[in-house]
Protein backbone atom coordinates (compact mmCIF):
# COMPACT_ATOMS: atom_id res chain seq x y z
CA UNK A 1 0.00 0.00 0.00
CA UNK A 2 3.17 2.56 0.71
CA UNK A 3 4.40 1.46 -2.39
CA UNK A 4 1.32 2.33 -4.30
CA UNK A 5 0.96 5.94 -2.39
CA UNK A 6 4.57 6.22 -3.28
CA UNK A 7 3.93 5.96 -6.57
CA UNK A 8 1.41 7.77 -7.06
CA UNK A 9 2.70 10.80 -5.62
CA UNK A 10 5.65 11.06 -7.82
CA UNK A 11 3.48 10.89 -10.93
CA UNK A 12 1.22 13.59 -9.49
CA UNK A 13 4.84 15.59 -8.72
CA UNK A 14 6.38 14.85 -12.14
CA UNK A 15 3.42 15.71 -14.05
CA UNK A 16 3.06 19.21 -12.32
CA UNK A 17 7.29 19.52 -12.71
CA UNK A 18 7.20 18.92 -15.95
CA UNK A 19 3.91 20.38 -17.35
CA UNK A 20 4.87 22.47 -20.59
CA UNK A 21 4.64 26.35 -20.32
CA UNK A 22 3.34 27.87 -23.36
CA UNK A 23 3.64 31.63 -24.54
CA UNK A 24 1.88 33.75 -26.93
CA UNK A 25 2.76 36.92 -28.82
CA UNK A 26 1.25 39.00 -30.87
CA UNK A 27 2.12 42.60 -31.91
CA UNK A 28 0.56 44.92 -34.06
CA UNK A 29 2.02 48.09 -35.96
CA UNK A 30 0.90 50.88 -38.44
CA UNK A 31 3.22 52.29 -40.95
CA UNK A 32 0.79 55.07 -41.43
CA UNK A 33 0.68 56.07 -38.02
CA UNK A 34 4.04 56.68 -36.20
CA UNK A 35 4.34 54.78 -33.02
CA UNK A 36 1.03 53.31 -33.45
CA UNK A 37 2.05 50.12 -31.91
CA UNK A 38 0.32 46.91 -30.03
CA UNK A 39 2.20 44.32 -28.21
CA UNK A 40 0.36 41.47 -26.00
CA UNK A 41 2.32 39.04 -24.46
CA UNK A 42 0.39 35.74 -23.16
CA UNK A 43 1.87 33.43 -20.21
CA UNK A 44 0.67 30.49 -18.68
CA UNK A 45 1.51 29.55 -15.40
CA UNK A 46 0.96 26.74 -13.28
CA UNK A 47 -2.55 26.56 -11.54
CA UNK A 48 -5.19 28.00 -13.45
CA UNK A 49 -4.36 31.41 -14.63
CA UNK A 50 -2.94 33.22 -17.74
CA UNK A 51 -0.94 36.42 -16.85
CA UNK A 52 -1.02 38.95 -20.67
CA UNK A 53 0.78 42.00 -20.81
CA UNK A 54 -0.47 45.16 -22.71
CA UNK A 55 1.20 47.80 -23.93
CA UNK A 56 -0.28 49.89 -26.28
CA UNK A 57 1.57 52.96 -28.19
CA UNK A 58 4.05 53.71 -25.46
CA UNK A 59 1.98 55.02 -22.49
CA UNK A 60 -0.81 52.50 -21.97
CA UNK A 61 0.76 49.66 -20.54
CA UNK A 62 -1.23 46.84 -18.06
CA UNK A 63 -1.59 43.42 -16.68
CA UNK A 64 -4.02 40.84 -16.19
CA UNK A 65 -5.17 37.55 -15.36
CA UNK A 66 -7.36 35.27 -17.57
CA UNK A 67 -8.72 31.67 -17.05
CA UNK A 68 -6.66 28.45 -18.87
CA UNK A 69 -9.97 27.85 -20.71
CA UNK A 70 -10.10 31.39 -22.41
CA UNK A 71 -6.59 30.86 -23.23
CA UNK A 72 -7.20 27.49 -24.65
CA UNK A 73 -9.99 29.38 -26.85
CA UNK A 74 -7.21 31.71 -28.05
CA UNK A 75 -4.79 29.44 -29.01
CA UNK A 76 -6.84 26.58 -30.73
CA UNK A 77 -7.73 29.83 -32.48
CA UNK A 78 -4.56 30.24 -33.49
CA UNK A 79 -4.23 26.70 -34.58
CA UNK A 80 -6.83 26.58 -37.01
CA UNK A 81 -4.40 29.66 -39.38
CA UNK A 82 -3.92 27.65 -42.41
CA UNK A 83 -1.17 29.77 -44.34
CA UNK A 84 1.52 31.42 -42.03
CA UNK A 85 1.82 34.85 -44.43
CA UNK A 86 -0.84 36.68 -45.32
CA UNK A 87 -1.19 39.97 -47.42
CA UNK A 88 -4.61 41.88 -48.22
CA UNK A 89 -3.85 42.74 -51.95
CA UNK A 90 -6.62 45.78 -52.05
CA UNK A 91 -5.10 47.59 -49.10
CA UNK A 92 -2.73 50.18 -48.90
CA UNK A 93 0.83 49.97 -49.34
CA UNK A 94 2.29 50.67 -46.34
CA UNK A 95 -0.99 49.80 -44.06
CA UNK A 96 -0.44 47.55 -40.77
CA UNK A 97 1.63 44.31 -39.95
CA UNK A 98 0.48 41.80 -37.33
CA UNK A 99 2.42 38.96 -36.14
CA UNK A 100 1.47 36.20 -33.71
CA UNK A 101 3.82 33.80 -32.43
CA UNK A 102 3.71 30.57 -30.23
CA UNK A 103 6.30 29.34 -28.11
CA UNK A 104 6.76 26.36 -25.67
CA UNK A 105 9.30 25.35 -23.00
CA UNK A 106 10.64 22.82 -25.73
CA UNK A 107 11.81 25.97 -28.10
CA UNK A 108 9.03 25.47 -30.20
CA UNK A 109 7.90 28.56 -31.98
CA UNK A 110 5.76 28.97 -34.68
CA UNK A 111 4.95 32.62 -36.39
CA UNK A 112 2.29 34.04 -38.54
CA UNK A 113 2.20 36.87 -40.58
CA UNK A 114 -0.61 39.66 -41.76
CA UNK A 115 0.01 42.55 -43.16
CA UNK A 116 -2.70 45.06 -44.43
CA UNK A 117 -5.54 43.13 -42.13
CA UNK A 118 -8.50 45.62 -42.36
CA UNK A 119 -12.60 44.91 -41.58
CA UNK A 120 -13.27 43.20 -44.75
CA UNK A 121 -11.03 40.54 -43.67
CA UNK A 122 -13.40 38.55 -41.43
CA UNK A 123 -15.63 37.89 -44.84
CA UNK A 124 -12.29 36.33 -46.44
CA UNK A 125 -11.83 32.73 -46.50
CA UNK A 126 -8.03 33.06 -46.73
CA UNK A 127 -7.90 35.82 -43.69
CA UNK A 128 -11.23 34.86 -41.43
CA UNK A 129 -8.92 32.44 -39.20
CA UNK A 130 -6.30 34.90 -38.74
CA UNK A 131 -8.79 37.71 -38.11
CA UNK A 132 -10.77 35.49 -35.61
CA UNK A 133 -7.78 35.12 -33.76
CA UNK A 134 -6.46 38.36 -33.60
CA UNK A 135 -9.94 39.08 -32.30
CA UNK A 136 -9.88 36.95 -29.23
CA UNK A 137 -6.69 38.29 -28.65
CA UNK A 138 -7.79 41.41 -28.77
CA UNK A 139 -10.75 40.95 -26.39
CA UNK A 140 -9.12 38.29 -24.00
CA UNK A 141 -6.03 41.34 -23.46
CA UNK A 142 -9.61 43.92 -22.85
CA UNK A 143 -8.63 45.75 -25.92
CA UNK A 144 -11.13 46.65 -28.93
CA UNK A 145 -10.52 46.11 -32.72
CA UNK A 146 -10.73 49.92 -32.91
CA UNK A 147 -7.04 50.05 -31.25
CA UNK A 148 -5.97 48.44 -34.21
CA UNK A 149 -6.20 51.58 -36.47
CA UNK A 150 -6.67 49.25 -40.10
CA UNK A 151 -9.53 47.07 -38.18
CA UNK A 152 -12.10 49.79 -38.38
Known amino acids: MCKILLVFLLLLFSKSLFSQKFYLKFQHSSAIVIGHKVDIMFETFKGKGVKVFVQKDKDVKFSL ?83 LIDYK
Do not use: C, H, P
Open 65 to 147: KISKKKFEKVYNAILKIENDTISVKDNLIDGSFTTITLYDNFDNEKTYYASGLNSKSQNSESQRDFWNATKLIISAARLKMED
